[in-house]
């Protein structure tokens, strides 16, 4: 039966919110997707990421996608800032959710006087535990028996590489993501691993795209995958995105790839101007590579959520025009964990939203208005493209277009912004496929002006 199935690779696809299994062909086409919500417990010690419910629900999916496809590789990609400290038998701690402020005023204290400064990591300092390094500065004082126990710190998309193949390994794009915990310039661990006694936790350094070993005996006969399934070392979600463009960035020039899902990642790729600025949330991401990408960040998936609501409406031309017309304008910033105007509080000023369609229209205007500025403050040219879940947004790329100066506005086609970067590792050396087209500029009327009014707000809190 196997050998009657044609090729193919399974993406285990983390984010922050959601979790999907997808299974591409070669031809890197979606021939099956499953999802899941990514749930955080609130049991135990601290919030943590339900690793178990994970485990069994990809598991489920990978027997399904056995009879569908001979799989010949599994590739994990997951949001940043998350890692398990496990030894050999399994996780000696539960995964630690970034939200979750880690300690008090005094555990907050001591890793302040720890931590890397800027322009050794290239990572702002960030609420709650988006700085990975502050997650293991808390979990070894709180929790030393357990801590002291580990064998290896694993970033996240390694670990599932570990559970599916048994061999542990280090990745610099989940290293280089606002850990605390690299030197991006030097390529190698910060200050911090290396005054806390870290660096033995830290498995060798492989490449995203290295084939660690195959699937465990077992788990190919629990799912039925070939047992000659090759399990891929992994990468950090926006670098996923990041991929493609990055490896035909000396034939088609400068672009700022926008990663867009629950995070909204600005990727300036040859094209910054203007130097990093750490209380903008300015940060140096590493690409595949190791090479540092000049990046800014805000939680567009939450905010836009918080303004258009659990179930967003459509909206029209029509809506748009009203909100601008009547200078309707949603103020920085809808969630608590960083972006250019972390600290302040989000609020709408001018007449509401009359309506559902008009609230997922403002929440679609605040979401470009942030994106262009972080354009702007990167001094980023060249194209800018869309990846990710805001390439289902019919108006959002059109209205960048609007603002961008005649900068061309390209919208993905690949809608999770991350399947084809993780196909991409799978099949190391294949030409990445073209995907995407450019969008007509809305040129609306008083749009300009809208953002000009916005702008002197934003900045003036």
């Not at 919110?17 to 099956?32: E, F, G, P, S, V």
């Not at 399904?64 to 038998?89: E, F, N, S």
């Not at 465990?216 to 990041?242: F, M, Q, W, Y």
């Not at 998936?301 to 909100?323: H, I, M, T």
Request: hydrophobic residues 40%; glycine residues 10%; contains cysteine.
């Amino acid at each position: 039966m196997a050998g009657a199935l044609g090729p193919g690779v399974v993406v285990l696809d983390i984010g922050k919110t959601n979790a999907k299994l997808t299974l591409i062909d070669d031809q890197q086409h979606i021939r099956a997707e499953l999802r899941t919500p990514n749930t955080v417990r609130r049991d135990g010690p601290y919030p943590h990421h339900d690793t178990e419910r994970l485990w069994q629900w990809m598991l489920t999916g990978l027997r399904t996608m056995a009879t569908q496809a001979h799989i010949r590789a599994v590739v994990p990609v997951t949001h940043g800032a998350t890692a398990a400290l496990v030894d050999d038998r399994g996780l000696v701690l539960p995964v630690l959710d970034y939200e979750h402020v880690p300690g008090d005023a005094t555990d907050e204290a001591r890793y302040d006087t720890r931590r890397p400064g800027f322009a050794e990591s290239g990572s702002p300092r960030l609420p709650a535990g988006l700085n990975l390094g502050r997650q293991i500065d808390w979990l070894q004082a709180r929790f030393p028996a357990e801590f002291a126990r580990a064998r290896h710190l694993l970033t996240y998309p390694q670990y599932w590489a570990w559970r599916l193949c048994g061999v542990a390994a280090s990745e610099v794009t989940s290293l280089g993501c606002h850990t605390d915990l690299w030197r991006p310039a030097e390529q190698r661990f910060s200050s911090l691993v290396e005054h806390q006694g870290w660096l033995p936790l830290f498995p060798p350094l492989r490449e995203a795209w290295s084939r660690l070993g195959r699937l465990r005996p077992e788990l190919a006969a629990d799912t039925g995958l070939p047992a000659d399934c090759e399990i891929v070392c992994g990468i950090h979600d926006s670098n996923a995105s990041l991929l493609r463009h990055l490896l035909t960035l000396q034939q088609s020039g400068p672009c700022t790839v926008l990663s867009t899902g629950t995070w909204v990642i600005a990727a300036a790729l040859g094209s910054a101007t203007r130097p990093l600025v750490e209380a903008q949330d300015m940060l140096a991401n590493c690409d595949v590579f190791g090479n540092a990408v000049p990046c800014m960040r805000f939680m567009g998936g939450r905010e836009f959520g918080a303004l258009a609501g659990e179930r967003p409406a459509s909206f029209s031309l029509a809506d748009l025009q009203r909100l601008v017309a009547q200078q309707t304008l949603a103020l920085p910033c809808f969630a608590e964990t960083g972006g250019p105007f972390a600290g302040q509080t989000g609020r709408v000023v001018g007449p509401a939203p009359a309506s559902p369609a008009e609230q997922a229209a403002l929440a679609t205007l605040y979401i470009t208005l942030v994106t262009d500025h972080c354009l702007h403050a990167l001094g980023a040219s060249g194209r800018v493209i869309v990846e990710g879940a805001f390439t289902a947004n019919p108006w959002l790329g059109p209205l960048l277009a609007g603002l961008a100066d005649g900068r061309e506005v390209i919208v993905s086609d690949d809608s999770s912004g991350t399947t084809c970067g993780a196909g991409l590792l799978a099949g190391w050396g294949m030409s990445p496929p073209g995907g995407g087209a450019a969008v007509v500029a809305l040129n609306m009327p008083g749009l300009r002006a809208y953002r000009d009014a916005w702008r002197s707000r934003a900045d003036a809190r």
